[in-house]
C-alpha cells in the first residue's frame, strides 16, 4: 500500500472511521501497522543506519501496555536473543510480542523470554538484567553483544535499565519521535532509533579520566591509543582530539624523534585552535612548548636549546621515577654545556673531531692538560684525544682556566674530580656502561649538577632570560583544561 495511502487509513482506523480486525480502534491500528507497513519501514530505516547492521547476541527490551515498540526494537535490531521485561499490569502484551516475534526466520521459543518485575523496584530490573547477562556467556570468553532497549515500560523501569547499561557497560536503544496528538503517542511509523553506547563512553568522563591519569604517569603512547579510542566513541571527541595530539607530540619529544616534531607541531596547532576550554595559563604554555620545539627541527638544531631540552626530559622522567632515564639526560646536560662552551669560545672546533690548533699552540695545550690531569688525578692517556668526552672538556677547560669554570665553580682539583666521581655514576648505570641502577639519590645530585651548570652556561650564551623559569615553563601540562 502506498505510504500516503497507508497514514490515511491507519488515522481512519484510529478515529473508527474503518476497521482491521478486533480491539480497540488503537489496537486496530497497530495491527494494521504491523500487518502492512512495518516491513517497508524497517527496510527503510535500516538502509539508513548502518549501525543497526550490528550483530546484536542480546536485546533486552522493556515494555508496557503498548507492545509496539519492543515488537520495533526487535524487527529493526534483529538479536539472536530477546528478553522482554514487564509489569504484571501489562502481561498480555507478552503473549502479542511473542506472536510477532517467534516464528520461521525469527527467534526459536527457547530464545524468546519475558520476565516480570514490579515497575517502582529499580533493583528488579538491574537483577534480572544481570542474570540474564550470565546465563547468556558467550563461550570462548567473547563478550557478549547486548542492548537495551529503554523506550516502553513505567519511566522508572526505563531509568533503572539505563543505569544497569551505565554499570554493566551495555548498550542502550530508544525509538524517538514526534509525539502525535491523535494517537497520544508517536505515530507508528514514524520512530528513529537512537543506538547508545554505554552512556559514560557517549560521553566519556571515566575514559578521559583514565586517559588523563595516564597520561600522567608519562605513559603518553599509551595515553594516544586511549584518547584515539575516544576520538571515535565520544559524542564531542573535541577535548579528546587536542589530547590525543598533544600525547603524541610529548611522546616524539620524550623519543628525541626531533624528524617527526614539525608533523605533531601542526597537528597540536590544529587542535589548539579548536579546542576553547583551556585555561590561558595552559595555552600559554603549550603555545610557547611548540615555539621552542620548532626551533629544535632546523638542520642543525639549536643546540643551546637542545641543551635545555635535554634537562626538561631528565627532570620529567626523574619525577616519574625513572631515575636512569633521568640520569642519561642530566649527564648528557652537563657534558653538552662543558663541549658547547669549548665549541662556542673557539669557533670552528668541534668536540667530535678535535683540531686543537683552532685553540693555540698544542704542544702548550698538551702540557697545560697534563698539568691538569695531575692536579685533578685524572687517569688514562696524556695525549689530546681525537674525540672530547665529558673528563676531557672539563680538563681542557681547567687547564685553559676559562671564566665557565671558574663561574661554576669547578676550578679547584677537588671540584673537578667530584663532577668525574658523578659521572662515573652515570656510566655504571644499566643503560650506560655497567650494571649499577640509579638511586633518586644519585639522581638528585645529577640533577643539581645539572641545573647549576645550565645557569652558568645560559648566562654566558644564550639570551637575557632565567633559564631556569623557562625549563619549568617547558615541563609537560599535567592537564587537559
Known amino acids: 500500500m502506498d505510504s500516503t495511502k497507508a497514514d490515511i487509513k491507519i488515522r481512519e482506523i484510529l478515529r473508527g472511521e474503518d476497521t482491521w480486525g478486533a480491539g480497540s480502534p488503537s489496537d486496530q491500528a497497530t495491527a494494521f501497522f504491523l500487518d502492512t507497513m512495518l516491513d517497508d519501514m524497517v527496510t527503510r530505516v535500516r538502509q539508513r543506519n548502518s549501525a543497526l547492521r550490528r550483530p546484536v547476541d542480546l536485546l533486552i527490551s522493556m515494555s ?5 515498540t519492543t515488537i520495533l526494537a526487535y524487527e529493526l535490531i534483529r538479536p539472536r536473543r530477546l528478553l522482554v521485561i514487564y509489569s504484571e499490569q501489562a502481561n498480555a502484551s507478552v503473549d502479542f510480542i511473542a506472536g510477532r516475534v517467534i516464528g520461521p526466520g525469527r527467534l526459536r521459543f527457547q530464545d524468546f523470554s519475558h520476565r516480570s518485575v514490579e515497575p517502582t523496584d529499580p533493583q528488579g530490573v538491574y537483577r534480572e538484567v544481570k542474570a540474564e547477562l550470565d546465563r547468556s556467556a558467550m563461550p570462548n570468553s567473547r563478550r557478549l553483544s547486548a542492548v537495551i532497549d529503554i523506550t516502553g515500560g513505567k519511566k522508572v523501569m526505563s531509568a533503572a535499565a539505563a543505569l544497569a547499561a551505565w554499570q554493566l557497560n551495555l548498550g542502550i536503544c530508544y525509538l524517538d519521535g514526534e509525539y502525535d496528538q491523535e494517537f497520544r503517542r508517536v505515530v507508528p ?12 563512553a557517549l560521553f566519556g568522563e571515566q575514559e578521559m579520566a583514565a586517559a588523563l591519569e595516564t597520561f600522567r604517569n608519562g605513559a603518553f603512547g599509551s595515553a594516544h591509543a586511549q584518547y584515539q579510542e575516544l576520538c571515535e566513541q565520544i559524542a564531542e571527541p573535541v577535548r579528546a582530539r587536542f589530547m590525543r595530539a598533544l600525547s603524541e607530540l610529548y611522546r616524539t619529544w620524550c623519543d628525541l624523534d626531533l624528524s617527526a616534531l614539525p608533523d605533531c ?26 615555539a621552542f620545539l620548532r626551533s629544535l627541527t632546523t638542520e642543525p638544531p639549536d643546540l643551546n636549546r637542545l641543551l635545555v631540552c635535554f634537562y626538561v626530559l631528565g627532570m620529567h622522567y626523574q619525577a616519574i621515577g625513572r631515575h636512569d632515564f633521568a640520569a642519561l639526560l642530566f649527564y648528557r646536560t652537563v657534558e653538552g654545556c662543558l663541549a658547547r662552551r ?3 669560545r673557539f ?5 667530535k673531531k678535535a683540531d686543537y690548533r683552532l685553540i693555540g699552540d698544542v704542544d702548550d695545550l698538551t702540557r697545560a692538560y697534563r698539568r691538569a690531569m695531575s692536579d685533578t688525578g685524572a687517569q688514562g692517556s696524556a695525549e689530546l684525544p681525537a674525540d672530547v668526552d665529558l673528563r676531557t672538556a672539563v680538563l681542557l677547560l681547567y687547564a685553559l682556566g676559562d671564566d665557565f669554570i671558574s663561574q661554576a665553580g669547578l676550578h679547584t682539583p677537588s671540584s673537578v674530580k667530584s663532577l668525574r666521581d658523578l659521572a662515573a655514576v652515570r656510566n655504571d648505570s644499566v643503560l650506560a656502561h ?3 641502577t640509579i638511586s633518586p639519590a644519585q639522581s638528585d645530585k645529577l640533577s643539581a649538577r645539572a641545573k647549576h651548570l645550565l ?16 625549563c619549568q615553563r617547558l615541563r609537560f601540562v599535567d592537564t587537559d583544561r
Open 64 to 68: 508496557g501496555f503498548s507492545p509496539l
Open 189 to 200: 511509523g514514524d520512530e528513529r532509533p537512537l543506538l547508545l553506547d554505554n552512556p559514560t
Open 265 to 290: 607541531i601542526a597537528t597540536v596547532e590544529g587542535a589548539l585552535a579548536a579546542y576553547r576550554d583551556l585555561t590561558s595559563e595552559t595555552c600559554d604554555r603549550i603555545t610557547e612548548q611548540l
Open 342 to 344: 669549548l665549541e662556542l
Open 347 to 351: 669557533p670552528g672546533f668541534s668536540c
Open 434 to 436: 655497567g650494571y649499577r
Open 455 to 470: 645557569t652558568v652556561f645560559w648566562k654566558l650564551h644564550g639570551p637575557p632570560t632565567d633559564v631556569q623559569a623557562l
